[in-house]
């Protein structure tokens, strides 16, 4: 759904019945993309609406993985899907096509000793990069993307993010992030030198955050409200930058 700054709720587009609809994206010319999680074959996958269009689906993804988080590159030619079950990082490329395995790697992977099992969860394309959080295994994750598309090495930002959700960054030039985290009920910054900071709990409403975004110099929260009482919602904050920079300038 589209929700305006009154809070004005228009609905884009809905799930078949047993579906679920996970990470959605917003194109540069207005398109929204969105995941589709399904155990049916017609339907699982990255699914568009192009302005003043209906849903189309863009590109299939296998019934027995989780597309979560999903990315556009900054040329705008290819869509990046986390897959929280199956270690893995899908690209489709938005001019159409079937869906590649971008990265498979153990970083990405779900730990099936935990209550809930998913791996890469979370991600953002950020500075010629693909971010990635992994919900089970408490960490950030930065795959630089090389000039012939290829993934190269992987970074380890942060370790530790205890439940880390969805994340974003403070702008487009800061490699400071905002992660939510689920389980825990807070919203953390990450400082590019790994350093965590706790700036947001349950005190302040918070109710399963799962994702974070940043805009014109507020933090938006989307809150799942997975425990009792259900509190499902949608937060905005001021973000207060020298509190982010003790040491610096207004």
Do not use: C
Request: hydrophobic content about 40%.
């Amino acid at each position: 759904m589209r929700i305006s700054p009154s809070g004005h709720r228009t609905v884009l587009a809905t799930s078949a019945p047993g579906d679920g609809i996970t990470g959605n994206i917003r194109g540069k010319d207005g398109t929204v993309y969105y995941n589709v999680w399904s155990s049916s074959a017609a339907r699982a996958g990255v699914w568009k609406i192009a302005p003043g269009k209906s849903p189309v689906r863009l590109a299939a993804l296998p019934t027995d993985g989780l597309p979560n988080g999903m990315a556009l590159h900054a040329d705008g030619r290819t869509v990046y899907v986390a897959d929280s079950l199956k270690s893995t990082v899908w690209a489709v490329p938005v001019a159409g096509g079937p869906a590649k395995a971008w990265l498979t790697d153990p970083a990405l992977a779900p730990v099936s000793s935990e209550a809930v099992p998913f791996g890469a969860n979370g991600l953002r394309f950020h500075k010629g990069a693909v971010w990635v959080s992994n919900l089970a295994q408490d960490s950030l994750l930065r795959i630089p993307v090389a000039d012939d598309g290829k993934p190269g090495r992987i970074h380890v930002v942060a370790k530790n993010i205890d439940g880390v959700d969805d994340f974003s960054f403070l702008g487009d030039h800061s490699d400071v992030v905002f992660a939510a985290q689920n389980a825990p009920d807070k919203v953390s910054v990450v400082y590019p030198g790994g350093r965590v900071k706790t700036v947001l709990t349950g005190a302040d409403g918070l109710a399963s955050p799962s994702a974070t975004a940043v805009s014109d110099g507020r933090l938006y929260v989307t809150d799942g409200g997975l425990n009792a009482p259900h509190d499902a919602q949608l937060q905005r904050g001021k973000i207060n930058v020298p509190a982010l920079y003790p040491h610096a300038r207004s």
